[in-house]
C-alpha cells in the first residue's frame, strides 16, 4: 500500500507531465489506474461533453482522454493545494481549455479526488464549472 506522501508525489508527477505536455501524458495517467477504475465527471455524459460519462475500466478512462483531447485543447492544468489521507488523495487548482470546434476558452477552478488501492488508483472525481463548459461548447 503506497503511504499519502508517495500518492501525492505520483500525483504531482502526473499533473506536472500532462500540464508541460499540453494533454499529451495519457499514458502516464493509465499506468496509475487499476483496470477497474472508477470515473466521475460532472458533466455526467452531458450530450456536449459526452465523453464525460461514467467509467468503468482502464479501456473507457482512455476513450474519455481520446474524447477530451478531440474536442479541447488544454492552455493550463495549474495545481494547487493537495490533502491527503489514507488511501484518498484531493487535489484542488484551475485548469484551462479551449473548444476545439468554438474556439471559445474555459478557465475553471478544478477539485479532483482521487481513490488508491495498493499502488493503484481506483476512483476519480472532477469537478468544475459544469456551465462554463457547456456555454464553451456553443457557437
Known amino acids: ?34 483496470d477497474d477504475v472508477k470515473v466521475y465527471s460532472l458533466a455526467a455524459g452531458a450530450p456536449e ?23 479541447w485543447e488544454m492552455i493550463h492544468y495549474t495545481t494547487g493545494t493537495f490533502i491527503a489521507e489514507g488511501e484518498r488523495v484531493a487535489m484542488l487548482g484551475s485548469t484551462g481549455w479551449r473548444n476545439r470546434k468554438t474556439g471559445r476558452v474555459v478557465e475553471t477552478p478544478k477539485s479532483d479526488f482521487w481513490t488508491f488501492r495498493g499502488d493503484k488508483i481506483v476512483e476519480f472525481h472532477e469537478l468544475y464549472d459544469t456551465a462554463a463548459v457547456l456555454a464553451a461548447t456553443k457557437g
Open 1 to 34: 500500500m503506497g503511504s499519502p506522501s508517495d500518492n501525492v508525489a505520483k500525483l504531482k508527477d502526473a499533473y506536472r507531465q500532462w500540464n508541460d505536455s499540453k494533454g499529451g501524458s495519457v499514458k502516464t495517467w493509465l499506468a496509475l489506474v487499476a
Open 49 to 71: 461533453v459526452a465523453f464525460t460519462a461514467a467509467v468503468s475500466s482502464k479501456k473507457d478512462f482512455e476513450r474519455y482522454f481520446t474524447g477530451l483531447l478531440a474536442d
